[in-house]
């Protein structure tokens, strides 16, 4: 408003005419009578998300390149939120387990979502294993369930409703893409089976939500391959 | 009227939504004037813009707000505007009903895809503050509008939009506006924003959608 007054006094009458008159044809350039000002009606490009998992079964960490941040996976929380990140970029980061370290990058494609998943190897070092997703089947009322075989001494890795030995998902290669379904929002027990034969505990996951997606790794274990669920959880 | 215009009689009705709400003669004159004609409590707060995540927290908008409270006149600001979080509102407002106003500015209508994951994540961090609320909710989607104009509208996005909304606002109502025209049956300024007439017949149209909802059934005063 000063800045305003002081121009009105500083120029000629003609000159703030021919600027009053500037702005105002700028602005029906601009905006057409009675339109809304345009806006963005979306991103450039889809969101990416990144995640990693601990799948080794005791204490883990990742520090991103660059921060001072780290994240804590215990076993008890075996995996971090998806996090949105830019697409097409790489990250890079650190993953420590005790006296261990193993260097990480990943580059997230638009509309995928990335987890980087640690693993132990069969001599005692970190391992990991990058599987990209990108869901088309998001659906609120629904219950989405993903499932990796990443456990190569498990063959013909199946799911199955524990007790009931209703197949979920049958015989998945071992392979890093997603085998997936919808399910029901229900109390659901999962039992890993290897050439037809349930090996481990069963699985207690809960009553699953309405809307929620939750992901299921067989990964390698002794003396016989593991299997677990974590829940799939945007960050705030 | 409709003839079941009394089961909104007394019912605290609060609707947000983006810019479908923030001019003259757009919804929030239409629908808010059928919702207070039927007897409702209405609050409407509009953000040009505005997609369904930037009501979780605060968030500026670009392009203009609006607010409307009862028989009052609205208020329009022409440009900028800022959300206020729908937690806030809810507890400000405790309404029986939020009915939301939003899909066109999740359609990315100008981009070659719908971005589908940053739709998701817009919505499901949006319904999920509002599952944790526990208020009833109906969700209007977007109209066909015109094809082309300044947004580059086209009925096969906007369709995938609406089938996305569809199955991703639970636990709101969704009524699919879709199914309240035919293509172009409503002209429109710029591809997106209706004519004065069209916005009279889509709120309309909203009101005889969302007074046969089981859901305003069960909320109705007795």
Redesign the interface.
């Known amino acids: 408003m000063m800045a305003a007054a002081a121009l009105r006094r500083s120029l000629p009458f003609a000159a703030r005419v021919a600027g009053a008159l500037c702005i105002l044809v700028a602005q029906a350039m601009a905006v ?1 009578a ?16 990144l995640r990693f998992v601990n799948a080794t079964g005791k204490a883990l960490e990742v520090r991103p390149e660059g921060s001072g941040a780290k994240l804590a996976l215990p076993p008890g929380q075996p995996a971090s939120d998806f996090v ?1 990140v830019h697409a097409g970029k790489a990250l890079r980061g650190t993953v420590t387990l005790g006296k261990q370290s193993l260097a990480t990058e990943t580059t997230v494609q ?4 990335a987890t980087v998943v640690v693993l132990g190897g069969p001599d005692g070092s970190l391992m990991q294993q990058t599987l990209r997703d ?3 089947d ?4 629904k219950v989405t369930l993903v499932f990796y075989s990443l456990a190569s001494q498990c063959e013909q890795a199946s799911v199955q409703v524990a007790g009931r030995g209703i197949a979920l998902f049958e015989q998945a290669a071992t392979a890093v893409a997603p085998a997936r379904r919808q399910v029901n929002p229900v109390p659901l027990a999962v039992q890993l089976a290897c050439g037809g034969r349930p090996v481990g505990a069963p699985v207690d996951i809960g009553r699953l939500q ?2 929620g997606r939750y992901t299921l790794f067989a990964v390698p274990g002794v003396p016989v391959p593991v299997l677990f669920a974590v829940t799939d959880v ?1 960050a ?1 | 009227m409709p003839a079941s215009a009394s089961l909104l009689a007394g019912l605290s009705i609060l609707m947000i939504g983006d ?1 479908h709400l ?2 003259p003669g757009y919804l929030i004159d239409t629908l808010h004037d059928d919702f207070v004609r039927q007897g409702a409590v209405v609050h409407t707060v509009g953000v ?2 505005s997609n369904p995540g930037d009501w979780v927290a605060a968030t500026a908008g ?3 707000a609006a607010e409307r409270r009862g028989n009052a006149p609205a208020s329009f600001l ?2 900028g505007g800022t959300t206020t979080p729908i937690t806030n509102l809810i507890a400000a407002d405790k309404p029986d009903l939020v009915v939301v106003v939003m899909g ?8 070659p ?1 719908f ?7 817009r919505t ?2 949006f ?1 999920k503050t509002l599952a944790a609320a526990g208020t009833a909710c109906v969700w209007v989607g977007p109209a066909w509008g015109t094809e082309g104009g ?2 580059n509208k086209s009925f096969a996005r906007v369709t995938q939009v609406s089938t ?1 909304l569809a ?5 709101c109502s969704y009524i699919d506006s879709l199914k309240l025209s035919a293509q172009g049956q409503w002209p429109t ?2 591809g997106q ?1 209706l004519t004065a007439p069209a916005y009279r017949q889509w709120a309309t149209a909203i009101d005889h959608a969302i007074v046969a909802l089981p859901l305003v059934h069960g909320l109705a005063k007795k």
């Open positions: 057409p009675g339109a809304v000002e345009l806006y963005e009606t979306g991103p450039a490009e889809d969101a990416a998300f949105a638009p509309g995928e979502f990108s869901p088309d998001f659906n609120a009322m309405a809307g945007l705030p | 810019s923030t001019s040009c813009g670009t392009c203009g022409p440009s066109d500015t999740l359609a990315s209508y100008d981009k895809a971005q589908k994951a940053w739709a998701w994540q499901s961090q319904t300044r947004y996305f199955s991703n606002v639970a636990p300024t710029d924003h």
